[in-house]
C-alpha cells in the first residue's frame, strides 16, 4: 500500500488549503482513513479521521474549519482546510489503517503565513 498525499503549500492567515491522499493497493472506503500533521520540535497528532461508515472525528484545534471527506469513486480521502492559522502550519500525514497495520504518507508541507 502507497498513499500519496498532494495539496500542501503557502497559503496567508485566512486563506483555504485542500489537501488530498490517493492510496494505491488499498481503498479508502474499506478503512480507516486519518490525517495527522506534525510541526517542528512537536508529536504528530491527529487532525481528522474518517471510519468506514463515515463517522468523523476532528482535533478541537481544527472544528468549524477543516473537513474531511472521502471519494470512494476516485479512491481519494480529501483534507478542506478554511480559515488557516498560522499554528495550523504543519507537515501534514495521510494515514490508511487495515486494522493490524498503518500505511503513511509522506507528508506535505503547509505553511501560514500572518
Known amino acids: 500500500v502507497q498513499l500519496v498525499e498532494s495539496g500542501g503549500g503557502l497559503v496567508q492567515a485566512g486563506g483555504s488549503l485542500r489537501l488530498s491522499c490517493a492510496p494505491s493497493?488499498?481503498?479508502?472506503?474499506?478503512?480507516?482513513m486519518g490525517w495527522y500533521r506534525q510541526a517542528p520540535g512537536k508529536a504528530r497528532s491527529l487532525v481528522s479521521s474518517i471510519t468506514t461508515s463515515g463517522y468523523t472525528t476532528y482535533s478541537d484545534t481544527v472544528k468549524g474549519r477543516f473537513t474531511i471527506s472521502r471519494d470512494n469513486t476516485k479512491n481519494t480521502v480529501f483534507l478542506q482546510m478554511n480559515s488557516l492559522r498560522p499554528d495550523d502550519t504543519a507537515v501534514y500525514y495521510c494515514?490508511?489503517?487495515?486494522?493490524?497495520?498503518?500505511?503513511w504518507g509522506q507528508g506535505t508541507q503547509v505553511t501560514v503565513s500572518s
Open positions: 494515514l490508511l489503517s487495515t486494522g493490524p497495520r498503518n500505511y
Open positions: 493497493g488499498a481503498r479508502v472506503s474499506a478503512n480507516f
